[in-house]
């Protein structure tokens, strides 16, 4: 019998393979470093705020968003008709493919980069072209350039690059844009832009001023602390960000959300303060890791990349025996992220203790 079946690109799609939590040990307390979490809790008036949006779940949210839009509006300086606000930032680069691509359109990515970008890719019916990262894990933007064809209609471009840790600077992005056609959208994700400590980082919401082909997706998952309620925002020309909002899910954002991350705008200044100190213990664990003799790239996220090819699943292995879960690309690497002051410490004893590449 006939049953119904997906598009046959649908079948095909890679699995996400979420960070898994700890594993319970006696006597041991134990550490998720598998993905790129924030590990502060909410601060106080964050968490006042949605608990008391938490009295109003009976009815549906805003489906505009409107004061979270008026929130953002007033603190990036651009108009709310430039913002799109989506259920985490992931669903802003779902909702730009959907939006964008017709069946067989390319889409052009570092790889390895962010999971989600093959698995949006093929979930839009369009086609993933990867082009590798450089050796110290940057990307290889000309060479991304150069993969750009007829068919291309959208580059994702991921700064700092989850999970190798380097940044783009402001100059490599502007040569890269002057390269890249008018008619391609170029998709500047910045999730981890608040952590960044280069000395030309990328100003995406400036760049996106300046380029009616480019789109910057940012989130509140991670400097701001806020994962679980999946709130994310993208700065967008007028018609994009319009387009964002016409294919999002209605109610997508919950009030819990809206009222987080309000909150969260008004603190900024206190989470900054957190995120400072994050990357003070990034650059430690970087630092220590180095000592201890391993070849990491540059880490301007809150996670660092450690090269292991066929120990990737040793390593994480006697990372989870200290009580420390980090996430493992089979044969590739393990991405280890920042996070308490006691795990970033096991982490770099664990470099200490498992040999390095030769
Ligand atoms: N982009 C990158 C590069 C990421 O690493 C992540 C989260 N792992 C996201 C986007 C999505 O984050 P969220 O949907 O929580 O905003």
Partial sequence: M???QPRPNVLQIPAYVPGRPPTAREGMTTFKL???????????????????AVGQVNRYPD????????????????PVERLSVATGSVALIYQLLAAFCDPGDEVVHAWRSFEAYPIAIAAAGAVSVRVPV??????????MAAAVTERTKVVLVCTPNNPTGPAVTQ???DAF???VPQRVLVVVDEAYAEFVRTPDPVDGVATQARHDNVVVTRTFSKAYGLAALRVGFAVAPEPVAGALRAVSLPFGVSTVAQAAAIASLAAEAELL???DALVAERDRVLAGVREAGWRVPDAQGNFVWFELGERTLDFAA????????????AGEGARVSIGEAEANDRVVALARDFPPPA
């Fill in 2 to 4: 006939a049953h119904p």
């Fill in 34 to 52: 598998s993905s790129n979490e924030n590990p502060y809790p909410p601060l106080p008036g964050v968490l006042e705020a949605a608990v008391a």
């Fill in 63 to 78: 489906m505009g968003s409107t004061a979270l839009y008026a929130a953002l509006a007033d603190r990036f300086d651009v």
């Fill in 134 to 143: 450089l050796a110290d894990g940057r990307h290889d933007l000309d060479a």
């Fill in 171 to 173: 100059a490599e992005l």
């Fill in 177 to 179: 844009l002057a390269q």
């Fill in 273 to 275: 303060e957190r995120v």
């Fill in 318 to 329: 006697a990372a989870d025996e200290r009580g420390v879960v980090v996430r493992p690309f």
